[in-house]
């Protein structure tokens, strides 16, 4: 005699037989039945659920690319302030500075997940030249310490720009037609010190740069040593761009260079500082979702109409079945089975068309150039499993979903009738 059977391997198949597996055995037949109805049905999900995958991974390409280049061409991953500076940010207040000792430096990059740093000023100024005089914005950086926090940086100097002379200045495109100066002339940058006083500096036009974002303002670059000089703060800053070297654990960095720093200094991530991007994210998912919704509602209407269709020309086999005593809830159910195998089979081969796409395109990458923006974008398409599993049980739910009506109009039918063709 052989070993007793366990419990499970005794009752499983009794399970089966009671549960809802026999419809779906059914509803697979039934599927397959008709052929090129199901084929035209599975090929409109696959279409939809593809365009809907492709259309979030050029997304997600889209908004990776543009964070990247601001963040390794701009901000950097976080930012560090004294306390309150963000809150006054607008007035450039040059006494919210520290000291950047060698010390201080070290206990930033002593902190896990911090790639580089760079020290920085941002202040603000008045530029003279042929007799003519703007008022900008400017940023001044160590150029050494700034390529390795933002290695793109260089990509944001116009063709043929410099930025390695001690006196040099790099101006906005804009702000050198409206002066007229070209590369290797001369200008003075007139600001005030910490203390308010005003002070100069003769510095040389070495290039141009070019926008990140749309609808940058009057801007200059020049170097940290010089601004120290004109601003009267040697060995100070009123910034540090900070790099990681995974740009998805910014917020845990950002949380641990708060702890190391304590509650003198802030530590920002570059969406509390950019927060226009960050909103403009928001919208475009938003806007994602909603094509995506479209896209589902479209296909699952064509299900829809497939089952209906299936109700009118089955009227005499489901008389039949329930003339046996089929129960009006099993045929309901054995058409929501059949939605659910057109749903999620669908679905499934969409979304496997869509990843498979989108790896293609992320394996070769698009290069674009937005009209304002002259930094071009690498986008790489990607989509992440979540997603897909999300829009296939979503997109065989809504199968389900919609076909409560032709199930429902199936399980009212009257055995004689229908048996009559009725």
């Not at 002379?165 to 005030?192: C, H, K, R, Y």
């Not at 926008?211 to 940058?216: G, T």
């Not at 790489?380 to 009506?405: K, Q």
């Amino acid at each position: 005699m052989g070993s007793p059977r366990s419990p499970a391997t005794v009752r499983w198949p009794a399970v089966l037989e009671h549960s809802m597996w026999p419809l779906f055995r059914i509803a697979l037949r039934n599927v397959a039945r008709n052929r090129r109805r199901t084929l035209i049905t599975l090929a409109a999900l696959m279409v939809g659920v593809g365009a809907a995958v492709l259309t979030r991974a050029m997304m997600n390409g889209l908004q990776r690319a543009m964070v990247t280049n601001i963040t390794s061409s701009a901000t950097g991953a976080l930012q560090v302030h004294r306390a309150g500076y963000l809150d006054n940010v607008l007035s450039t207040p040059l006494t919210m500075d520290f000291a950047i000792d060698e010390a201080f430096l070290a206990q930033v990059r002593a902190v896990e997940g911090v790639k580089a740093v760079s020290p920085r000023i941002q202040f603000a100024g008045s530029l003279g030249a042929n007799d003519e005089s703007l008022f900008l914005a400017a940023t001044a950086m160590d150029p050494t310490a700034e390529s390795a926090v933002c290695p793109n940086r260089a990509s944001t100097f116009a063709p043929g720009s410099r930025f390695d002379s001690p006196d040099g200045i790099l101006l906005a495109e804009t702000v050198a037609n409206a002066l007229g100066t070209q590369q290797g002339g001369e200008a003075v940058f007139l600001a005030p010190d910490r203390d308010g006083t005003l002070n100069g500096e003769l510095v040389h036009v070495t290039g141009a740069t070019r926008s990140v974002m749309p609808d940058e303002p009057k801007t200059a670059v020049v170097p940290l040593a010089l601004a120290q000089r004109l601003l009267r703060m040697e060995g100070r800053a009123t910034e540090l761009a900070v790099a990681v070297h995974r740009l998805e654990e910014a917020p845990q960095v950002a949380a641990r260079l708060r702890e190391a720093l304590g509650p003198d200094y802030e530590v920002h991530t570059w969406d509390d500082i950019l927060v226009q991007v960050k909103e403009g994210k928001a919208r475009d998912d938003a806007s994602m979702g909603l094509i995506a919704a479209v896209f589902l509602v479209l296909m699952l209407l064509g299900v829809a109409n497939t089952l209906l269709m299936s109700a009118i020309e089955r009227t005499r086999e489901i008389g039949t079945m329930m003339a046996v005593g089929l129960r009006r809830g099993k045929v309901m159910g054995l058409f929501l089975a059949e939605a659910v195998v057109l749903g999620a089979t669908g679905a499934t081969l969409g979304a496997l068309l869509g990843a498979g796409l989108s790896a293609w395109l992320n394996h070769r990458g698009i290069i674009f150039t937005a009209p304002t923006i002259s930094v071009p974008f690498d986008i790489r398409p990607y989509v992440d499993v979540g997603y897909l599993v999300r829009i296939v049980l979503l997109a065989t739910a809504g199968a389900a979903v919609f076909s409560l009506y032709p199930a429902w109009r199936a399980s009212r039918l009257r055995p004689v009738e229908a048996l009559a063709g009725r």
